[in-house]
């Protein structure tokens, strides 16, 4: 049950485009299209923004979208704008029939 | 609206125990599987346990195996998370998510447990 791995902290510039990266295993991330990703702003609940590896929740803007590849979910966020600084945790299903959360990254816009 | 509302927490010393209430309204219960996360203080979210809609199959983290305890109450639309021999450790904002296909949602607001002395 160890945690997915994303990178500590990512960031750029408004209109910019980033990627988040969440590499776990064959057992969890490679092994089923159940990767989700939460948006958490300080302070506050985490927020579903996709599902299903890259599936849109309604009201979720366009700018957010989701990709897997082998062990490796992404998350991307373009237009980066200042309402999209916050952490940010990707979520997968796992061969154990339970989740597993990744480490978190904290998103900063410049 | 949909709300998941937590109660319980609280400040409890080592090896003490806590009882943890998660009331779900605006949603039919009995569709959700429902699963306990936490976060430490400026940690990222880690998950606890999760029970299905019967309550027949529940598994746990290796962190709380044998300590904590996950239950429902259908007909209350009430999930409970039994916290025993607590240790400083599980210090944490304890939130309730519901999953009905494969993703958390909703959350819960989420209430704060210290394990201090």
């Known amino acids: 049950q160890s945690a997915l791995t994303q990178p500590a902290s990512v960031s750029g510039s408004p209109g910019q485009s980033i990627t988040i990266s969440c590499t776990g295993s064959?057992?969890?991330?490679?092994?089923?299209?159940?990767v989700s990703w939460y948006q958490q702003h300080p302070g506050k609940v985490p927020k579903l923004m996709i599902y299903d590896v890259s599936r849109r929740p309604s009201g979720i803007s366009d700018r957010f979208s989701g990709s897997k590849s082998g062990n490796t979910a992404s998350l991307t966020i373009s237009g980066l704008q200042a309402e999209d600084e916050a952490d940010y945790y990707c979520?997968?299903?796992?061969?154990?029939?339970?989740?597993?959360f990744g480490t978190g990254t904290e998103v900063t816009v410049l | 609206e949909v709300q998941l509302v937590e109660s319980g927490g609280g400040l409890v010393p080592p090896g003490g125990s806590l009882r943890l209430s998660c009331v779900a309204s605006?949603?039919?219960?009995?569709?959700?599987?429902m699963h306990w996360v936490r976060q430490a203080p400026g940690k990222g979210l880690v998950w606890v346990a999760r029970i299905n809609i019967e309550g027949s199959s529940i598994s746990y983290a290796d962190s709380v195996k044998g300590r904590f305890t996950i239950s429902r109450d259908n007909d209350k639309n009430t999930l409970y998370l039994q916290m025993n021999s607590l240790r400083a450790e599980d210090t944490a904002v304890y939130y309730c998510a519901g999953v009905a296909a494969t993703w958390f949602d909703p959350w819960g607001q989420g209430t704060l447990v210290t394990v201090s002395s």
């Open positions: 064959s057992s969890d991330v490679g092994g089923y299209n159940f």
């Open positions: 979520s997968s299903y796992t061969s154990s029939r339970t989740y597993v």
């Open positions: 605006g949603i039919t219960f009995t569709t959700y599987w």
